[in-house]
């Protein structure tokens, strides 16, 4: 189990350091892998163009898992205050030019292989190898 822990911390720099390939011309966005702050894993997606909508993610041809995503609301029950936190929609977005989406957690494997991110100006695959 230590090696497990050993080999996916290299993996995922791997996967930061060579990035993705985008088979296009010009893609409108670029994506990191990473990890958050409590370890998990995430993706980010940064705008190259002075405005993109992403209409969606599907992460290794939709084999895994994109978490929900929480937000905490103040429900008041019985005259006192009570935060509650709920599901909220996760797309679409809007970048501007060099912007960073919110992290973007996915569950059910360590490092992805094939992520496409479907938006307003067409979708764009990326590879990671």
Known sequence: MKLGKFILPLVLLAIVLFGATCYAAECPVEVKAKRNGIGKPVIAIVSTVDSVTVQNVVINRGNVKIAPKMESVNKPRNG??????????????????????????????????????????????????
């Open 80 to 129: 006192e205050a009570f935060i509650e936190a709920v599901e909220v929609p996760r797309f679409p977005f809007t970048l501007k030019f060099g912007e960073e989406s919110n992290y973007i957690e996915y569950m059910g494997v360590s490092s992805p292989r094939e992520i496409e991110i479907q938006t307003n100006l067409g979708n764009w695959t990326f590879t990671f190898k």
